[in-house]
């Protein structure tokens, strides 16, 4: 059976732009989302959505219909969005600064409302990179970790332990911010 994302796929193959931007009115913002809950950034969570678009639009024949269309794509954002995140570390590192200061630095940012999915999603932000970079792809993403081991290049027992002190740092950091009586 057909879908109307199956045409639209077949027609962007064909490099039909007008097709190239239904296809890309239809994902954006869901692949903005996921971008921006990896990157934290809205500028950055931008560039990696366009980046992504562009790389799947050259891709494309690669696309062989497996999983969904979505779901390929937001492959190429969550790889693109780590790649951005690899390729900061490496520029903060030369610069001898550390990631720890920037996050600090971009906490203020925010303006969250007291529910309880902007609680979760604030105590995520404040985490560090590593562990916000593997809640993400387990707990909003909805990947297993067998995915995650190969997004990441790492163990099954690395990720167990790590989605476990993710997970426990999580609670702790909403228990601090209950605590401070922030967004509560």
């Not at 990157?39 to 999983?67: H, M, N, P, V």
């Not at 990947?143 to 995650?148: C, K, M, Q, R």
């Amino acid at each position: 059976m057909t879908t109307s994302t199956d045409i639209l796929i077949e027609a962007c193959r064909r490099n039909d732009p007008k097709a190239q931007l239904e296809l890309y009115r239809q994902y954006a913002k869901a692949m903005y989302n996921t971008a921006l809950r990896m990157l934290q950034q809205q500028d950055k969570a931008e560039d990696a959505t366009q980046e992504a678009f562009i790389k799947a639009f050259q891709k494309l024949g690669e696309f062989r219909g497996e999983s969904s269309f979505g779901s390929w794509l937001k492959r190429i954002v969550i790889n693109e969005s780590l790649m951005m995140i690899r390729q900061e570390r490496n520029i903060i590192s030369l610069e001898d600064s550390s990631i720890d200061q920037i996050d600090d630095n971009n906490q203020e940012q925010y303006d969250f409302q007291e529910s309880e999915v902007k609680v979760l999603l604030h105590a995520l932000g404040l985490l560090p990179e590593k562990l916000r970079v593997i809640l993400n792809l387990s707990l909003i993403e909805g990947f297993d970790n067998e995915e995650i081991c190969e997004i990441l290049h790492i163990s099954d027992a690395n990720c167990r332990t790590t989605i476990s002190r993710a997970k426990k740092a999580l609670r702790e950091t909403i228990e601090k911010l209950k605590n401070e009586r922030k967004y509560f």
